[in-house]
């Protein structure tokens, strides 16, 4: 009964929760730090609390098919027009399955630039895609010639993450526009971390009619738990993704939440402020090798330890951070530290101080 394709996914490893953490470690939970998701440390917009309070009698009301209260918000937010913007759930994964529905057979291709967000992989495999891998360079910029070299008449879309998870570095735009000039096949850029980086690259989409970019308010915005996620992308491919998309999969909660999250300018600005100030002491007090980041997270590197080691070390002191051996070609050595607070980012500085 099942698709063969299926039993070539890797199971998404997705960070520890602090209730696995308590459990496993004897630990008070509320003694532990969980910087291994990107989760943002100042929690949701009270204003977005409060919407979902506001809207939680309604629940048993079907929201709008296409979010459009949401998508009239993100149209004031981007810049772009409505009829350039997409909403989708669950968060911005719900966007990439719909686009693999919308274009992908069976035997096309992706080109998938590693390491990466191993959900590019997932999706592509369970409609029916091979993923095909273009190891980055040694500062895990992407191969552009190598990338190039993978083209093919199969290839469907390049999945391009810019802030890229876990090494925190922005694709150029000189390359993108090279790599949408290149082929036929879509090109998504996965702008999940925007918020915190110095460029977005989302203009392309009105130079170039094969350019989506994908977004979620999971991060800068503080509603992981609400799964929410939008496209910015061609007319033409918005009119075709809707005949695709699963219809009421935004909330009418999460709908709520967007719009009033949208609207608070000052915790979108609180929370942008605290990413980039806490990467730059992070990445000066860590005593290991930090890379340069554009996200709200820090990759760092232990070599000659190993990544699982040191996380270990670190969860028995109550700091769950993310070790990146789970993601392909990253190697044995490399770990993803969210952002916290100044309290928790000295913790950190402390736990592998001592490692």
């Known amino acids: 009964m099942i698709k063969e394709e299926i039993f070539a996914i890797n199971e998404y490893v997705p960070g520890k ?41 309604k629940v048993s009301i079907y929201p709008s098919a296409d979010a459009n209260e949401l998508v009239n918000a993100l149209s004031g937010y981007t810049g772009f027009p409505a009829g350039n913007i997409a909403a989708s759930g669950p968060g911005m994964d719900g966007l990439i399955d719909g686009l693999m529905r919308l274009i992908i057979t069976r035997g096309d291709e992706v080109i998938i630039p590693t390491p990466t967000f191993s959900y590019y992989e ?48 922005l694709v150029p735009e000189a390359d993108v526009r090279v790599i949408a000039e ?23 989409v009105n130079d170039y009619d094969n350019i989506i970019v994908g977004r979620t308010f999971s991060k800068a915005f503080g509603l992981a738990g609400l799964r929410i996620g939008y496209g910015i992308m061609p007319q033409w491919l918005k009119s075709e993704y809707m005949r695709a998309a699963t219809p009421f999969n935004v909330s009418r909660a999460a709908i ?25 002491y992070l990445k000066a ?21 190993k990544a699982k080691d040191v996380c270990d070390g670190l969860l028995e002191k109550g700091i769950i951070v993310r070790d990146c ?7 044995e050595s490399l770990i993803r530290v969210t952002v916290g607070t100044r309290g928790q980012n000295e913790r950190v500085v402390e736990g592998f101080g001592v490692v």
Not at 123 to 152: C, I, Q, T, W
Not at 188 to 202: N, P, T, W
Not at 258 to 277: T, Y
Not at 326 to 331: E, K, P, T
């Open 17 to 57: 929760s602090i209730e696995d953490i308590a459990r496993a470690y004897g630990l008070d939970p509320d003694s532990i730090i969980k910087l291994g998701s990107n989760e943002n440390p100042l929690g949701p917009s009270p204003m977005a609390v409060e919407a979902l309070i506001e809207h939680a009698p």
């Open 285 to 305: 007090h860590i005593p290991f090798e930090v890379y340069n980041s554009q996200a709200n997270f820090v990759m760092v590197n232990v070599a000659l330890l």
């Open 325 to 331: 051996s789970s993601f392909r070609d990253a190697g």
């Open 122 to 169: 997932i999706a592509a495999r369970a409609n029916g895609a091979v993923p095909v891998f273009v190891k980055r360079d040694e500062d895990y910029a992407v191969d552009v010639e190598a990338l190039l070299d993978a083209v093919s008449s199969r290839t469907k879309v390049i999945f391009l993450c810019s802030p890229n998870n876990p090494s925190g570095n």
């Open 182 to 204: 290149s082929t036929r096949g879509l090109v998504f850029v996965d702008e999940a971390y925007v918020e915190f980086a110095d460029k977005s690259l989302a203009h392309l």
């Open 256 to 280: 709520a939440a967007g719009v009033a999250a949208l609207s608070d300018v000052g915790h979108l600005e609180k929370s942008i402020e605290l990413a980039r100030g806490g990467r730059e």
